[in-house]
């Protein structure tokens, strides 16, 4: 392999403190166990790595042809020796991997160009990255490295007296810093056991709701080609009733049962389509049930999709901030576009009655369905993967019923739930139950996402001072210039 030793330019490490939604996860402890491997010297987290000091690979942004993986139990030795070498928890080291990478099941790059098990925007890998196992690379893909470097750069940021502030500054963003300490509080408490179950049962749902996806769209895809083929034929034996000679009803006949075994072998793939989808369907209740006793944890919920509630109200789709983000305006008229992975569940959003659902696409709104909320106001979901079976005209849905998945069917350029008033008066996002949610269960897009406090406290706009002398060269900051 290559390498290029290339020099790290100055980007500073941005430290605020970070006050997270809940009560602070407490216990928290460094672990004892062995700090790096054998002979290999670590750098200290007081300073950042100056321009050549590390080597990393030459295409260190472009993932590696065969990215690394590694089973849970070798990623929770990383985390415990790179928490012991720099100090902090280990388990936020596990939260943060998981959320960032899913235990590098998605190493990136992302949206934002961020790569590897730990997501490190190349200018900071460039000031943080660690070559942890000694073989002379720094290498975001590596897990090694990449832990080990999170680890450096949480404690670079205050970790090991605060880790709620180094957690904001690895994301500026209080509903991450909850996220992570959540979630890190239930590793904390199960150890490698119950992160390992915890990961199976998720394993399976995502897969199960996966499947539902693409049987769906089987099903959809089926049914499209055979009302197509369907139309033909009634026309080749309507040519046969309108045949005026012999020969020519004949011969229209004989196109006619021709086409008839077409659309019967179409028939019949609908039919095994049909039966597809109700198989994902049983496979998705099992795992649905598998995860709804962990999803009551605190911080494990959010993984599972689990619905959000607030008060009467619960957000219409699952997966929490990290995965779910909506604008606060719409394209062309009063609606709210919730974007979200497909598959994503989706729940009614109060106590309600179907007045209107379609199981089929509609060219416009795709699957979808229209409620009456019990204070009366109308709502109308659009673009499902899938729609529940018991969504049916007149059936009431408690709050926080599942009705679907997240999709793109209908007129959409990509995976989200479109929500709207009818008539759409109002956008859904300026009403308060929505705004409630804005950091809990989803994200704004063009805007900061504040804060929320379990007492509902306003949370004033986070305000900086750059500390002028740093000694260590880290730019610092202070809350309201304090």
Request: glycine share 8%; aromatic share 8%; with cysteine.
């Amino acid at each position: 392999m290559r390498l290029l030793v290339v020099a790290a330019t100055g980007l500073a490490l941005l430290a605020g403190t970070a006050r997270a939604a809940g009560p602070p996860v407490l216990g928290f402890s460094v672990s004892s166990a062995p700090q790096g491997s054998p002979g290999v010297s670590l750098p200290s987290a007081r300073t950042p790595n100056v321009p050549g000091s590390i080597s990393i690979p030459v295409s260190f942004t472009t993932p590696p042809a065969n990215p690394q993986q590694l089973p849970l139990s070798s990623l929770h030795l990383l985390w415990e020796r790179a928490g012991s070498t720099y100090g902090v928890p280990w388990q936020v080291l596990a939260a943060i991997n998981k959320i960032e990478s899913n235990f590098g099941g998605n190493m990136g790059p992302s949206s934002a160009g961020a790569v590897g098990w730990m997501q490190f925007m190349p200018s900071t890998w460039l000031r943080w990255g660690v070559d942890a196992d000694g073989n002379g690379i720094a290498d975001p893909w590596n897990a090694a490295d990449a832990i080990f470097a999170a680890a450096r750069y949480l404690a670079a940021a205050g970790g090991q007296s605060d880790i709620s502030r180094a957690v904001f500054s690895y994301n500026h963003a209080d509903w991450y810093v909850r996220e992570v300490l959540d979630l890190a509080n239930v590793y904390g408490q199960g150890g490698l056991t119950q992160t390992a179950d915890l990961q199976q049962v998720q394993v399976r749902l995502d897969a199960a709701r996966r499947q539902v996806v693409r049987a769906s769209a089987a099903l959809v895809s089926a049914r499209s080609r055979e009302l197509l083929y369907l139309e033909v034929a009634r026309r080749l034996h309507a040519n046969v009733e309108s045949a005026a000679l012999l020969s020519d009803r004949l011969a229209a006949e004989r196109r006619a049962v021709l086409f008839d075994a077409r659309l019967d072998a179409l028939r019949a793939a609908t039919a095994a389509a049909r039966r597809s989808l109700e198989q994902a369907q049983t496979s998705l209740t099992t795992a649905s049930q598998s995860a709804q006793a962990p999803s009551f944890a605190q911080g494990v919920g959010t993984l599972m999709g689990a619905p959000s509630y607030q008060s009467h109200y619960v957000f219409p789709v699952g997966g929490g901030p990290q995965l779910v983000s909506v604008a606060h305006t719409h394209h062309d008229y009063p609606a709210a576009d919730i974007a979200a992975p497909a598959g994503s569940p989706v729940y009614a959003i109060s106590n309600a009655v179907v007045l209107n659902a379609w199981h089929n696409p509609d060219p416009r709104c795709g699957i979808g369905l229209t409620i009456r909320t019990e204070d009366g106001l109308v709502w109308t979901y659009c673009h499902l993967a899938f729609e529940e079976p018991s969504v049916t005209d007149g059936v009431s849905l408690a709050a926080g019923t599942q009705v679907g998945l997240v999709g793109s069917t209908g007129h959409a350029t990509g995976p989200h739930l479109h929500l709207q008033l009818q008539p759409p008066t109002e956008f859904p996002q300026n009403q308060p139950w929505f705004q409630s949610f804005a950091g809990k269960a989803f994200r704004w897009q063009d805007a900061p996402t504040p804060l929320e406090l379990p007492d509902a406290t306003p949370v004033p706009a986070r305000v900086f001072s750059v500390i002028p002398s740093s000694s260590d060269g880290v730019i610092g900051f202070t809350r309201g210039g304090a």
